[in-house]
């Protein structure tokens, strides 16, 4: 069992992302604040079936 907090993960991807792509396109810099919200949303799909209970 993963013991990361799930705000750790999308924080950092965003922040490489962001880094990365000033980096390529340096005119983002001037033209937008950020390039990303605060805001992710954190999604699981399977686990048990809903007739296991």
């Given at each position: 069992?993963?013991?990361?907090?799930?705000?750790?993960?999308?924080?950092r991807?965003?922040?490489?992302?962001?880094?990365?792509?000033?980096?390529?396109?340096p005119?983002?810099?001037?033209?937008?604040?950020?390039?990303?919200?605060?805001s992710?949303?954190?999604?699981?799909?399977?686990?048990?079936?809903?007739?296991?209970?």
């Open positions: 069992m993963s013991t990361t907090r799930s705000t750790v993960l999308p924080s991807f965003k922040g490489w992302s962001s880094c990365v792509l000033r980096q390529e396109f005119y983002l810099t001037s033209r937008l604040p950020a390039l990303w919200t605060n992710y949303v954190v999604a699981t799909a399977g686990g048990s079936p809903l007739g296991s209970y």
